[in-house]
């Protein structure tokens, strides 16, 4: 008796981890592969079956703690650009590839840092202050042409800030892993051993730089006092690159003459902190790259990716676990 025929080969099963919202549509995934959208608690029950786990809510620490002893799915996405929430060590050591949302907030973080930079130079939350007091009160600003920008993190957000920030005006350079001269995008890029020697140089700083174990707590008292007492601190990376009590009493010192914080080590940010309530400090709730159609994009880039993974192609944004980040090739 012949053999029978092999059946068809079922689609993927793509679990989706929401969280408070769902992605506004998966009609591109679903033409793909079956999809179950899940929450928290029914995470590690769904886990054991998937093909593909799409990390919708990027907030989330319920990965780690649902991730079957035997090995999870795969392929993780996560629809963000940092993938430090994942990085927990079973999935590290597995064989399951992560890849991240990268290229969707490039662009829009950059407009959103220039916009600071633009604000701290012309005071303008200084004036939104003023106007809501009623009260006429003439200042002088300073000018940004030629100003010194300092960007901590050369992947693709970091370059498209360099690049917005050279197009103002503004002479960049940067730090990353390796030190590199005549970057197209930031210039001079110093070592990250050498930052503390690149902060002393910078009118404006600007963290972009992944949550890694060597980027973690990286701008600390010693750093700040490294800095110039009339520039500003930039965070539009993650809230732990900073020691956030040692950046208030910088900013209480005059150490520093003030900061725009996007990011910040637990958010929401506490309605007790004092950041809120200093004048020198723009406070701002996560929201740098989120302009409108950022849902949109972030399905978009799973759906293009997840059809790589059904057509036999290499996946793209693929994240060196051991890095942190998505690596120089960024395929698998």
């Known amino acids: ?67 079957p002893p035997s090995g999870g799915p795969g392929w993780v996405h996560i629809a963000s ?20 949302s990268r290229g969707v907030f490039d662009e829009p973080i ?17 004036t939104v202050r003023l106007q809501g007091e009623r009260r006429w009160r003439h200042r002088e600003t300073e000018r940004i042409t030629g100003a010194r920008a300092l960007v901590v993190g050369t992947g693709p957000i970091g370059r498209a800030i360099g690049r917005r920030l050279a197009g103002a005006g503004l002479a960049v350079s940067g730090v990353g892993r390796a030190a590199r001269a005549a970057d197209p995008d930031l210039g001079t890029v110093h070592p990250m051993e050498r930052l503390g020697e690149a902060l002393a140089d910078a009118d404006y700083v600007v963290l972009a730089a992944p949550l890694t174990d060597a980027t973690r707590d990286m701008v600390d008292a010693a750093a700040l006092a490294r800095m110039r007492p009339s520039a500003r601190l930039i965070n539009v990376g ?81 994240v060196d676990k051991r890095l942190g980040y998505v690596g120089s090739r960024g395929v698998q």
């Open 1 to 67: 008796m012949d053999a029978a025929a092999p059946g068809p080969v079922p689609p993927p099963l793509v679990v989706v981890l929401t969280g408070d919202d769902a992605p506004p549509s998966l009609r591109a995934v679903e033409a793909l592969a079956r999809v179950r959208l899940v929450g928290e608690p029914d995470l590690a029950a769904a886990l054991p079956g998937a093909d593909v786990l799409f990390v919708w809510d990027f907030w989330t620490e319920a990965v780690a703690a649902a991730w």
């Open 81 to 100: 650009a940092g993938v430090d929430r994942l990085l927990f060590p079973a999935l590290v050591e597995s064989g399951t590839v992560v890849t991240n």
């Open 110 to 126: 950059a407009e959103y840092v220039l916009g600071l930079v633009i604000a701290l130079a012309k005071d303008l939350h200084g």
């Open 238 to 318: 993650r809230g732990q690159l900073v020691v956030e009590d040692d950046l208030v009493a910088a900013l209480r010192a005059g150490v520093i003459a003030g900061a725009a914080l996007d990011v910040f080590v637990d958010e929401p940010l506490a309605a007790s902190s004092p950041l809120w309530e200093m004048p020198n400090v723009i406070v701002s709730p996560h929201m740098s790259g989120d302009a409108t159609g950022w849902r949109e994009a972030l399905v978009q880039v799973f759906a293009e990716n997840l059809a790589c993974r059904v057509e036999g192609r290499p996946l793209r944004n693929v």
